[in-house]
């Protein structure tokens, strides 16, 4: 009996050791995923979640008005009882005292689906989009390369400093590049001819379309897919690269419909929108109509908008900032790879592999159009130049490209060195990219600081649960405010008077209008107007109590003294 | 045109030995660019007050675009795929502890998750090289 239950046992671990030695690739790949998914949620995972940053904020409170009110207009009805738009703090732009969102709808449908779920779920939602993109990458990487090619720029990309810190927190840009790269994996396979089925261009169409969603700009990418369809027209099924058009624009029409509900035209987007389109364009200026011509004015300025945006502006740009430009946000990410990435570009265009040669024109047409539009445009005071602040996630297709070229390049390189130095130098880029990411996430990034502020935020967001609903919570957005998610916050910072005086008894004012229509009202400190010190000396009806008080914040509670 | 056409022809030997030449540096730089690129992450003054890293990128890409001239025309494999030994394993490990105890070095200031993100790195690095090298 012993016997035959040792040799059950010995042949099922026979077995094990098989599957294991047959997939060992799949099984390490399937435990790198989850680690990156661990990693990209480390937040959300540690309790140290919310939405910190002004973007994320915004989406969360129009996600929120979404559940609540059915409807993507927020307003506010105290609002209108103040002179300073203090219930207004995130972004967005205000008409007719209601809020208008600037951010895409994709992120806010996302964060609605996640919020119907659980509070944690749309963070979870956006790192496993990060975890997915990752995904597609290996896959798409091998459909153009190769599996080592694939793997080596999987890692290197998804352990790289941009996709971790921006994979934490709830901005789109993540998940607008997992989709693109989604949709471009299931085109690799119409256009290398691996896969020339209908439900490729479908999918291709469907993620194509939720890029759109997500971040705008990305249409541009699929535009510039057009010399790569055209080169590879022969292995194309013009009635499935109708049907895919034809999905693709069904699937953009609702956000056209969306526009036109919102901002009166199809083509107008709450982004440009707010920043009152065209202004440097004087001649051609057509001004915003209710009339009968509102519409197609409003949509001549839109075009107008983009032409000056995107045509013009990146002509105009200082090569010294680019440069430097290019140093932060390439050089500095990826210390060892630039170099490769260029003669990687040189090696694919001396070569006749097709694949490669149209994923490189591909490639090299988005990143130059991306870094010329994107950096002189935005970044023309030296004082932006910086790891830390959200360029470097604009860039993650870029990045991703030149990740894949450089790599391509590493391992051409295969064929000429020995195996030790070829070795060598793929173990020296991936210390060096783990090295580098470590240091700038625990460093000049901020991402560990971030964490740590989203710590605390959380650790308020729990206190302020335990308060009545219909608490109004009195701060400064410089400080604490952005990410308290629990009670109704007022931003302090939004009365900016020339005194700081006036400014606490504005303050004061609007904390007693408040007050005498029942609403329960708490300071929290600090805030750039020291308020509780200002009442305490100032208002003799009103009384401050502190309810908690910890090391890097306290609340008060502020209530009329009884007479 | 015709003037570096002759140029060429009549420097022939003396370039191919150039390029050969290059061709073995182009490595050697290669490694020493990356070495240089880690001593920095530990000791950034490297590139501040002794070493010009724009220098030496600069070599880099001359060099690289050297090699890439003839190399198109004799692409023939150096390497061939070997079976995995015991010795090989073991210079994986080692490689893979270094790149640990680099990780930890630079991030050691983060207690308990220093010695995790170390270890991860460790580990990517011994797979990587498994699947690189001795892919069936």
Redesign the interface.
């Known amino acids: 009996m012993i016997y035959k239950s040792n040799s059950k046992i010995k042949r099922i671990f026979e077995k094990i050791k098989f599957f294991t030695l047959k997939n060992?690739?799949e099984i390490?790949l399937f435990f790198?995923f989850l680690?990156i998914f661990v990693i990209y949620s480390w937040d959300t995972i540690t309790d140290s979640q919310c939405p910190f940053q002004f973007d994320a904020h915004e989406t969360w409170i129009f996600s929120k008005n979404l559940i609540q009110n059915k409807s993507l207009i927020y307003s506010d009805p105290l609002s209108e009882l103040f002179e300073h738009k203090i219930f207004y703090h995130f972004g967005g732009f205000i008409s007719n005292n209601k809020l208008y969102t600037i951010r895409t709808y994709g992120i806010i449908f996302l964060t609605y689906l996640g919020l119907l779920l659980g509070y944690k779920v749309p963070f979870y939602l956006i790192s496993l989009l990060g975890t997915i993109g990752v995904i597609f990458l290996y896959l798409f990487a091998k459909n153009i390369f190769n599996?080592?090619i694939a793997?080596?720029s999987t890692?290197i990309f998804s352990?790289s400093y941009p996709m971790i810190n921006w994979s934490n927190q709830l901005i789109n840009n993540v998940p607008a590049f997992s989709l693109f790269i989604t949709g471009l994996y299931f085109v690799s396979n119409i256009l290398t001819n691996k896969n020339n089925r209908l439900s490729n261009y479908i999918l291709s169409a469907l993620f194509f379309s939720l890029t759109f969603w997500m971040r705008y700009e990305y249409l541009i990418f699929i535009l510039f897919l057009i010399p790569w369809i055209y080169k590879k027209r022969k292995s194309i099924k013009l009635k499935y690269f109708i049907i895919a058009i034809l999905v693709f624009i069904f699937l953009l029409t609702p956000i056209l419909f969306l526009n036109y509900h919102l901002h009166k035209s199809p083509f107008t987007f709450g982004y440009i929108e707010a920043r009152q389109i065209p202004v440097k364009l004087p001649d051609k200026i057509v001004k915003n109509e209710t009339g009968k011509n509102g519409v197609l004015n409003k949509m001549i300025n839109t075009f107008l908008w983009l032409y000056h945006r995107f045509l013009l502006m990146p002509i105009r740009f200082d090569f010294i900032i680019l440069i430097n430009n290019l140093k932060y946000y390439l050089y500095d990410i990826f210390?060892?790879l630039i170099?490769f990435s260029?003669?990687g570009y040189?090696?694919i265009f001396?070569?006749k592999e097709k694949s490669k040669l149209n994923f490189a024109i591909f490639s090299l047409i988005s990143s130059i159009f991306w870094i010329f539009k994107l950096i002189p445009g935005r970044l023309l005071k030296p004082e932006d130049i910086k790891i830390e602040s959200p360029i470097p996630r604009y860039f993650l297709i870029v990045y991703c490209f030149v990740i894949l070229i450089s790599v391509f390049f590493i391992f051409y390189?295969?064929?000429?060195?020995?195996?030790i130095?070829?070795?060598?130098?793929?173990?020296?880029?991936?210390?060096?990219t783990?090295?580098?990411t470590?240091?700038l996430l625990?460093g000049k990034g901020y991402t560990?600081f971030v964490h740590n502020a989203k710590k605390q935020i959380c650790k308020i967001n729990l206190i302020l649960k335990e308060f009545p609903k219909n608490s109004i919570v009195f701060g400064d957005r410089r400080f604490f405010l952005h990410g308290i998610t629990e009670r109704k916050t007022l931003d302090l910072s939004e009365i900016l008077m020339k005194e700081e005086k006036e400014n606490c008894k504005i303050a004061t004012n609007y904390i007693k209008t408040l007050l005498n229509l029942n609403y329960p009202i708490y300071i929290i400190e600090k805030n750039y107007l020291n308020l509780t010190n200002y009442i305490q000396k100032n208002e003799n009806d009103l009384i401050i109590e502190k309810v908690i008080s910890e090391d890097y914040f306290e609340i008060y509670k502020i209530f009329y003294r009884e007479k | 045109m015709k003037y570096i056409k002759s140029f060429i022809e009549k420097n022939n030997e003396n370039l191919k030995l150039f390029l050969r030449i290059n061709s073995t540096i182009f490595p050697i730089i290669i490694i020493i660019y990356l070495l240089l690129l880690i001593i920095n992450q530990f000791w950034d003054k490297i590139f501040q007050e002794y070493l010009n890293i724009n220098a030496i990128f600069i070599l880099l890409l001359i060099s690289g675009t050297l090699f890439l001239i003839p190399i198109t025309k004799e692409e023939k494999k150096v390497s061939q795929i070997r079976k995995l030994e015991r010795k090989d394993i073991f210079i994986f490990l080692i490689m893979g502890l270094i790149c640990s105890v680099l990780v930890w070095i630079k991030i050691k200031d983060f207690g308990t998750l220093s010695y995790v993100i170390s270890c991860i790195a460790g580990l990517i690095t011994l797979f990587l090289s498994i699947f690189i090298f001795y892919d069936q």
């Not at chain 1, 390189?413 to 195996?419: G, N, Q, V």
């Not at chain 1, 130095?421 to 060096?432: Q, R």
């Open positions: 060992k690739l390490f790198f680690l599996k080592k793997l080596i890692i352990l210390p060892g170099i260029i003669l040189v090696v001396k070569g390189l295969s064929k000429k060195f020995t195996k130095m070829h070795y060598l130098i793929i173990i020296l880029l991936i210390t060096i783990i090295l580098n470590s240091s625990m560990v």
